[in-house]
């Protein structure tokens, strides 16, 4: 079992920055790919941002340039760094590990960005 807890989220301006953190309960970043995901209300969860073990990212065309996920292995803590945020970023935001060599998943409780002026 993996619990992740989220930090970081609160309220920002149009323009501003913003970094969240994921703890995971245990060493898991050399194995599992992890992921940031949202959820605006009335909207399904969309993927965001993933990091794999290997070291891989890959962003969603609306946050490409913008954001920026990292990890550090030492603290098991991914992080997502929050640049030139919009309104439309406005959501929860979700940590999830996956360990692609079995297909489970964990996610965290999530925490709230909101931008506006």
């Known amino acids: 079992q993996v619990q992740l807890v989220e930090s970081g989220g609160g309220l920002v301006q149009p323009g501003g920055s913003l970094k969240l953190s994921c703890v995971a309960s245990?060493?898991?970043?050399?194995?599992?790919?992890m992921a940031w995901y949202r959820q605006a209300p009335g909207n399904q969860r969309e993927l965001v941002a993933v990091?794999?073990?290997?070291?891989?990212?890959n962003y969603a065309d609306s946050v490409r340039g913008r954001f920026t996920m990292s990890g550090d292995k030492v603290r098991n803590t991914v992080y997502l760094h929050m640049n030139i945020v919009k309104p439309e970023d406005t959501a929860a935001y979700y940590c999830?590990?996956?360990?692609?060599?079995?297909?489970?998943?964990?996610w965290g409780q999530g925490t709230q960005v909101t931008v506006s002026a």
């Open positions: 990091l794999t073990s290997d070291g891989r990212s």
């Open positions: 245990r060493s898991i970043l050399n194995r599992y790919n």
């Open positions: 999830n590990a996956e360990d692609p060599y079995i297909g489970r998943e964990f």
